[in-house]
């Protein structure tokens, strides 16, 4: 189906529609927009913020200064476009997904430990290549490829480097087996032992590091202090 303009005046598309194409057309993949130039764009529609909003439902990623530190707080990246909602057979065959609630959100960050399932790093830590840089991780949904071939999905927390890396690529459960086979028998045995308890194991430090680089940058040396003045 030919993609519409987004402002055409014969159009009888909904808010969402329309959104959808003035990103492609307007603001195109990569670039950023405020609220205020949404608004502008469609003036007296209340609810454009939440239509653009709606798109995540369809495969569309946007991004605030949540996921993408490098942005203001007022302004979002469109990152890249998914289902082309314009066309009535793509929309429909595309199931909406589930928004995720806030509670559910923090138990997987919780889960995971507040670290990226990737390559590892907590949030606000700098990366090694580039101490410059302090993670930033957010909960993804990923495409999982069973074993036997099927796809699911799943939420798992990923810094914003690995996401915006990772591509369409989904998760294979085969990796698992092929990693694990190269593994050292004491080795395998911990992970065995990690698979059980649901978590990778850490040490009481670590958890201390990670709670640590949770607290604002600019309230760390308070709490370097008291446990100072407690040693």
């Not at 490098?70 to 009535?88: H, I, M, T």
């Not at 090694?128 to 999982?144: E, F, G, L, N």
């Not at 086979?181 to 059980?196: C, I, K, N, Q």
């Not at 680089?213 to 600019?218: F, K, S, W």
């Amino acid at each position: 189906m030919k993609q519409p303009a987004w402002d055409d005046p014969e159009s009888k598309a909904g808010t969402m529609i329309r959104g959808a194409l003035w990103l492609l057309q307007v603001v195109g993949e990569g670039g950023t927009f405020t609220k205020n130039e949404l608004r502008t764009a469609f003036p007296g529609i209340s609810q454009i913020d939440r239509r653009i909003r709606d798109l995540r439902d369809y495969g569309w990623i946007l991004h605030s200064n949540v996921e993408d530190a490098s942005l203001l707080a007022e302004d979002q990246r469109f990152v890249k476009a998914g289902v082309p909602v314009w066309d009535p057979h793509e929309r429909r065959q595309a199931a909406p997904r589930k928004a995720m609630s806030s509670k559910d959100r923090q138990a997987v960050l919780i889960r995971d430990g507040y670290m990226c399932t990737l390559c590892g790093i907590a949030g606000a830590e700098p990366y090694p290549d580039d101490p410059v840089i302090t993670a930033v991780v957010a909960v993804s949904r990923r495409t999982i490829r069973t074993l036997d071939g099927r796809e699911t999905e799943a939420f798992v927390t990923e810094c914003k480097r690995c996401t915006s890396g990772r591509g369409a690529s989904p998760i294979l459960e085969r990796d698992v087996l092929l990693a694990a086979a190269e593994l050292s028998p004491g080795d395998r045995r911990r992970f065995v032992r990690w698979m059980e308890r649901g978590r990778r194991g850490s040490t009481e430090l670590d958890r201390a590091w990670a709670a640590y680089l949770r607290v604002p940058t600019d309230r760390r040396q308070n709490i370097a202090d008291q446990l100072r003045r407690e040693q």
